[in-house]
């Protein structure tokens, strides 16, 4: 009966060897268990005979299912399937679980299980219309390879072993510089944590100033990533809208005092909306009297297109309330991988001892590099020279938006900021983006940004910043032909 399996399934014409076509069916049959622990298998002489196979290709599959543990061989008497299978009772539950979640969900943890249910994140990271992403093709990458080239000819061993927590030196000095003045943030580089990017700032603040049950608030709607990064830590998540003058929480919402608020005030993501001066200050006093820490994530606010640049929330904290995330996924590349978080003075000593225990600080050569380019004008001019550009861009796809749909199309309370402008449409939002993407078009469903589904407002999410000029209008046009929109 083996023999009849694999006879059928064994290609003669297949550009695989038949050595390893042997192997990977035997393989088959026993994970499947249509070969069961302890079954014996033919001789190599009768395998090779019955099959119509040299000896030497049957025991090439031989060895190799032994050296990987699928058989045993026990001198004189033969090979046998070894006991590698899970109890049967273990296979039953995973499978009755997978049936519901998937392949292999069943093996995860009900939070693992949860965060893979949730995922947000894209496949594809480049062209029209990527939210969140920024022209990374027109980055000057010579000045930054004379950069690395430098600082590669003395690399101390300092820059080689795991790195000192906290973050390079002269990156926090240039960092402190220049979030004081482009920011104006309050802060000394002693209090700067260097992290990979904010997610990882937010995962470290979640696990230093929250417990499982504890209560964070979301902007409703927010960012999705973060939602999924407080579901996972076992937060009780609550979103509260926002308005055109950012989170708006109703006096009775703090009742259930959160333990953290976190909020985009400079350019609240996606709506755009800014944080008026009385929100800001009214969050503040009562993050105080509630004794909760504020989370502003100030992921893109290098962006704006006109008015004058926004101080920060930090800045205007004088209890010591707020830790401040920025990135330099927007600013220089999102590879890099690489963010800040500037704490209240008392924090900063036990967040460097939990960076450093938790995922050991790395990067330090980036961080080398990162320095210099900041410290030598190359940062502000890259920041300067692309705000022109995505402004154009941004004016670009209005203008289209405008001539093809009419006004009012966009939403209202978008600032003139960020890398992104959220489209108002009527429909089923989700069904427009795999519109859009069967026409190699990426755009995001406003609706995922919410929590409550009862709350969502279809749109979609269209990035113009990794657009060339030229390529807005004609892509816009397929997406407009993709998703049936009309005036
Ligand atoms: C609001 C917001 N925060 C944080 C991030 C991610 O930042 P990072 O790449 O540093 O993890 C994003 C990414 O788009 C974002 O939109």
Not at 69 to 93: H, I, K, L, W
Request: aromatic residues 8%; proline residues 6%; hydrophobic residues 40%.
């Amino acid at each position: 009966m083996l023999t009849d399996l694999l006879l059928q399934k064994l290609e003669r014409d297949a550009p695989l060897p038949k050595n390893r076509q042997l192997y990977l069916l035997l393989r088959e049959l026993i994970l499947d268990g249509t070969l069961r622990a302890g079954n014996r298998l033919p001789t190599t002489r009768e395998l090779a005979k019955d099959l119509g196979l040299s000896r030497n290709t049957v025991m090439y599959a031989f060895e190799q299912l032994l050296a990987e543990g699928y058989v045993t061989a026990r001198t004189g008497s033969g090979t046998y399937v070894a006991d590698t299978r899970p109890e049967d009772s273990m296979r039953a539950e995973g499978s009755a679980k997978s049936a519901g979640g998937g392949p292999g969900v069943g093996r995860l943890s009900a939070r693992g299980a949860r965060l893979v249910g949730q995922a947000g994140a894209l496949s594809v990271q480049w062209g029209a219309f990527v939210p969140g992403v920024p022209d990374v093709t027109a980055f000057p990458y010579r000045t930054w390879t004379r950069i690395q080239n430098k600082v590669w000819r003395r690399p101390g061993p300092q820059w080689l072993t795991y790195g000192q927590s906290g973050g390079h030196e002269p990156l926090r000095v240039a960092l402190a510089d220049y979030l004081k003045v482009a920011r104006s943030v309050d802060c000394e580089p002693g209090q700067i944590v260097i992290t990979h990017g904010i997610h990882q700032a937010i995962d470290l603040i979640l696990c230093m100033l929250s417990d499982p049950g504890d209560t964070a608030w979301i902007e409703e709607p927010g960012y999705w990533g973060i939602r999924n990064l407080l579901n996972t830590s076992g937060l009780a998540v609550r979103a509260i809208p926002v308005d055109d003058e950012g989170l708006n929480p109703q006096p009775d919402d703090w009742n259930a005092s959160p333990r953290l608020v976190f909020v985009t005030p400079s350019h609240q993501y996606p709506t755009g909306a800014v944080m008026s001066l009385a929100r800001r200050r009214a969050l503040l006093e009562m993050a105080r009297q509630h004794d909760a820490w504020v989370v502003e994530d100030d992921y893109d606010s290098e962006f704006r297109y006109g008015g004058r640049p926004l101080a920060s929330l930090q800045g205007l904290d004088t209890a010591g309330r707020v830790l401040y995330v920025g990135t330099f996924s927007k600013t220089v590349f999102p590879s890099m991988r690489m963010g800040y978080l500037v704490l209240p003075k008392p924090l900063v000593e036990p967040f460097r001892v939990a960076l450093s225990e938790l995922y050991r600080a790395g990067h330090q050569l980036e961080q080398a590099i990162l320095a210099d380019f900041i410290a030598e004008g190359h940062f502000v001019a890259h920041i300067r020279r692309m705000r022109l550009l995505y402004g154009e861009r941004r004016e670009r796809l209005l203008d289209g938006i405008r001539s093809e749909l009419g006004e009012g199309r966009v939403l209202s309370h978008d600032s003139q900021a960020g890398l992104h402008l959220v489209l108002k449409l009527d429909g089923d939002d989700r069904a427009a983006t795999e519109a859009a993407r069967r026409a190699g078009l990426v755009v995001r469903p406003l609706s995922q940004y919410y929590q409550d589904a009862a709350r969502a407002r279809p749109g979609l999410l269209l990035g113009y910043a990794g657009v060339p000029e030229k390529e807005i209008m004609p892509a816009l046009q397929k997406l407009i032909g993709a998703i049936g929109a009309d005036r």
